[in-house]
């Protein structure tokens, strides 16, 4: 009885595929629907913490995690994500990343995120102002906050005009200060 309403939930939504690997940035964790990556996360411990966390998170997605061997196409994906760990060059802004459940102007806050350089910065009133949107700083904060693949959509990037701002990754603002010195190669002026 419990397969039968396994498979019957399988035809409604396609389990996502789920690989965690270990990186110089500690764990991560890569979740792929379709073509794209749907989540990911890193700086996890171990491995069982990243599979966690990222287990916790795919919950109120209407379908179910498969813990796979990554395919020919994932392998490249976390071949650029290993090699972006340990400072070398990747192009992580080639991975397609899942729009599907967002808004207007979640995406648009996204893409122009997306379109920082490395080691470039933009306050969330910056971002706000290349969406159109100037005054929605906030707006543009809350988007970064809830981004499903940081690293991917670089929300690391945007900083607050004070300061650094907010980062949800583990570690918090020291895991944003260790990726904006790693993007500027050594150390990270302004990252106080």
């Not at 379709?34 to 997605?61: C, H, L, N, T, W």
Request: hydrophobic residues 40%; proline residues 5%; charged residues 25%.
């Amino acid at each position: 009885m419990k397969n039968a309403k396994k498979r019957a939930f399988d035809k409604e939504a396609p389990p996502l595929r789920g690989m965690a690997f270990k990186t110089d940035l500690g764990w991560m964790v890569l979740v792929r629907r379709a073509e794209e990556v749907a989540r990911f996360q890193f700086g996890y411990p171990s491995e069982s913490a990243a599979r966690k966390a990222i287990g916790d998170e795919v919950r109120g997605m209407q379908t179910y995690l498969d813990w796979v061997a990554p395919d020919s196409l994932e392998r490249s994906w976390i071949r650029e994500l290993t090699r972006y760990a340990a400072g070398q060059t990747s192009r992580l802004d080639e991975i397609p990343v899942d729009e599907s459940k967002m808004t207007e102007f979640q995406s648009k806050v996204r893409l122009a995120c997306r379109k920082l350089k490395l080691g470039q910065t933009a306050t969330y009133g910056e971002l706000a102002k290349k969406v159109g949107r100037p005054g929605a700083a906030r707006a543009v904060g809350t988007v970064m906050s809830r981004n499903p693949t940081p690293l991917l959509i670089p929300c690391h990037r945007v900083v607050g005009v004070a300061g650094l701002g907010g980062f949800s990754a583990p570690q918090g603002l020291s895991m944003k200060r260790l990726l904006l010195s790693l993007e500027h190669g050594k150390s990270c002026s302004g990252c106080e």
